[in-house]
Every structure is written in C-alpha cells, then in structure tokens.
C-alpha cells in the first residue's frame, strides 16, 4: 500500500500540481494585494464608502441604508483573470510545449497526422498483382 502510494506521489503530474497549487496561492495573494491597494482606491473615485467601509452602490432599505459590495466583485474577478493567465502562460503553455517536444524527439507524430490509408481500388489492384505472380510459372 505504501509502494503504492510513493509511485502516485513520484509521478510527474503530481508533483507539478503541488507545485502550480503553491505558487498559485502565493501569486494570489500578490495579486489580492495589488488589487486592494490599486483598484479599491479607483473604485472609490467613483463610489463613496458607506460607514463601513464598504464601496458600492447604497440602496435606502426598510432598516437603513444597503450597499452592495461593488469593488468585492471587482476584486475577485480581476484576480481570478490573473491567476488564471499567469497560470495558464506559466506553468500549462510551457508543458504543452514541453510535451510536444518530447514528443517529436521520441518520433511519435500528432493523432491528426494519420498516414493516409491504400483506397478500395489501389488494394485491389495489389490483390490482382500479387494472384497474377503466384499463378505465373517461375521463369528459370
């Protein structure tokens, strides 16, 4: 059980997923934070924070104001594209680039470079030929 569990630990897409969950986690961070400290302030160049803190657009409720937490969205959706470029331009590009490499090295070509199949008519022909040798005396 323990062999089997170092080979699945060992294997290559193991290791490189720990690896882009880390560096992911860290590069969000740097992205939350770059978020937070740029685009909060220009949000709020045309949004005023409520009492809170909170900026978004305020909506008079039954119980006072509301506001909705514009800049949270924003935030969210500007650090999710660029973890998601980052990751993407990082670590998935590279190894497809790597794997295609690997791939030309070793010989093995694309699913969609079949060789091209004999037609119908060209197998016939080769039929006929090789029924005409055997049939055909041996010349001496």
Do not use: C
């Amino acid at each position: 059980m323990i062999k089997g569990f170092k080979e699945f630990i060992l294997r290559g897409n193991v290791i490189d997923l720990a690896v882009a969950v880390v560096i992911g986690a860290a590069f969000t961070a740097v992205v939350t934070a770059i978020v937070s400290s740029i685009i909060d302030p220009l949000i709020a160049l045309f949004w005023k924070p409520d009492e809170n803190g909170a900026i978004g657009i305020t909506v008079e409720g039954m119980w006072g104001p509301v506001t909705f937490p514009i800049s949270d969205l924003i935030n969210a959706l500007i650090a999710f594209i660029a973890v998601a470029i980052v990751v993407y331009f990082v670590f998935v590009h590279p190894m497809n680039v790597l794997k295609e490499r690997a791939a030309a090295k070793a010989g093995l070509s694309d699913a969609s470079e079949e060789p091209e199949l004999p037609t119908e008519q060209e197998i016939l022909v080769q039929i006929r030929d090789l029924l005409a040798q055997q049939s055909s005396p041996p010349r001496a």
